[in-house]
């Protein structure tokens, strides 16, 4: 993704709005849909970048109030394992997003900054219930890393003027058994969801890494090539 600055607003901050532009068909794709979406697919195709940067828009065009990140505290499940108190402990699953938000609004603090402005809400799917979020982006990454209940639990919270974006990949999940296969087959029955998959040819982190993913999925294609049994 390219980029170029614009000057925008977000409530009472002012920042460098990058103008992003998708590189790849399928990142066109996601500007092009007005739905809620699925991004599902490899590693180091702007998924979670995407997802940041759609809702960072909605906001400076005024579609929604604020962001909602949620995630799931894996591997432990429960934060409870981690030391310090549960800001501290959820502070471990926000790292990703200083990097983003530092990109898409061209300041080093950007994260932080929205979030004192309460512009931006950080939650681990532990503390969702009872919840109604209302005229926000609401992102969930990482979601094959979700059981069925927390993502079903999660769009249960969904209340008036949101959109809510999925972000995922088979392949990384950190759960032996998760919820996001079957969870597809609800979403693919509704109209209101556009499920967009990235491959390979949507990489765009590093050559390196489209490499190594290359490589990976032939190893692995060939392992799990059948055998032809001698007639």
């Known amino acids: 993704m390219s980029k170029k600055s614009a000057r925008k607003k977000l409530s009472s901050v002012t920042f460098d709005v990058a103008d992003i532009v998708p590189l790849t068909e399928n990142q066109g794709k996601v500007f092009d849909s007005k739905d809620h979406l699925v991004l599902c697919g490899s590693a180091g195709s702007g998924k979670s970048f995407l997802a940041c940067y759609l809702a960072t828009v909605a906001l400076t065009q005024k579609k929604q109030s604020s962001i909602v990140l949620v995630r799931s505290a894996v591997p432990t499940r429960d934060i409870g394992y981690l030391p310090g108190t549960d800001k501290e402990k959820s502070r471990v699953y926000e ?22 402005k309460d512009i931006l809400y950080f939650r681990t799917t532990s503390y969702l219930r009872g919840l109604t979020l209302r005229n926000c982006t609401i992102i969930v990454d990482e979601c094959q890393n979700m059981t069925f209940h927390e993502l079903d639990s999660l769009v249960t919270r969904v209340g008036e003027g949101c959109r809510i974006i999925f972000c995922g990949d088979f392949k990384q999940s950190d759960l032996k058994d998760n919820g996001l296969k079957g969870f597809l ?6 109209d209101s969801f556009d499920i967009i998959e990235f491959g390979v040819e949507d990489i765009v982190r590093s050559g390196f890494v489209k490499d190594y993913i290359k490589a990976k999925e032939a190893v692995e294609a060939k392992r799990l090539k059948p055998v032809k049994k001698a007639v």
């Open 185 to 190: 087959k609800v979403l693919d029955t509704m």
């Open 95 to 116: 790292e990703p997003y200083f990097a983003i938000f530092s990109e898409i609004l061209q300041r080093g603090d950007a994260y932080d900054l929205i979030k004192q």
